[in-house]
């Protein structure tokens, strides 16, 4: 199976790309945001749990986002591969994501870093926002975003380095263009 975490800020063009992959590659794709959020609607336990910590403002703890992300990789059946969106944020989550992955006989193949000067990531969050409406897409907000951004996950580079598994992508230029970047990474594993 081909897993990809795909990596980079807010704006950096993640979901996008992970669209294209999912269609190229008929791969599956695991947007942490929609598995809760689908999780909730759906009442099942883990999501009762999880809107528990959402409702208290609190983060969900490590080992029920595993738990939730093993849930829903393992009822993907006859995979081709998966694509870990906004997972993993930390050192500690990457290191639960491996050892979940290692107990299915499965690892990470890739992360792929999508990396995007700062004033290019202000423009286009400022730009989402005012097209779609979403209110965490205002400046205040995503120079917040990108402060815990630069220090609590930009430190995976590095771990996913160590790791060998790290593959640097420029995400700027034409979505056609970085896709094909990316596609020139995948095509070798």
Not at 121 to 138: F, P, Y
Not at 164 to 184: P, R
């Amino acid at each position: 199976m081909l897993n990809i975490v795909i990596f980079g800020a807010p704006g950096s063009g993640k979901g996008t790309q992970s669209a294209r992959l999912v269609e190229k590659y008929g791969l599956n794709h695991i947007s942490t945001g929609d598995v809760l959020r689908a999780e909730i609607k759906n009442g099942t336990e883990l999501g009762k749990t999880a809107k528990g910590y959402i409702d208290n403002g609190q983060l969900i703890p490590d080992a029920l986002m595993i738990d939730i992300l093993a849930s829903v990789f393992d009822s993907f059946k006859d995979s081709k591969g998966v694509i870990f969106d906004g997972f993993p944020r930390t050192i500690a989550q990457a290191e639960a994501l491996k050892t979940m992955l290692a107990e299915r006989n499965q690892e990470v193949s890739v992360m792929l870093d999508l990396e995007v000067p700062e004033e290019e990531l202000m423009t286009r969050l400022i730009k989402r926002g005012q097209e779609s409406g979403r209110a965490d897409d205002n400046e205040e907000t995503i120079k917040k975003r990108l402060v815990v951004y630069h220090s609590q996950t930009a430190p995976l580079i590095d771990w996913y380095k160590k790791d060998g598994k790290y593959s640097h992508i420029k995400g700027v230029g034409t979505m056609d263009g970085i896709f094909a970047d990316i596609c020139a990474v995948i095509d070798k594993l």
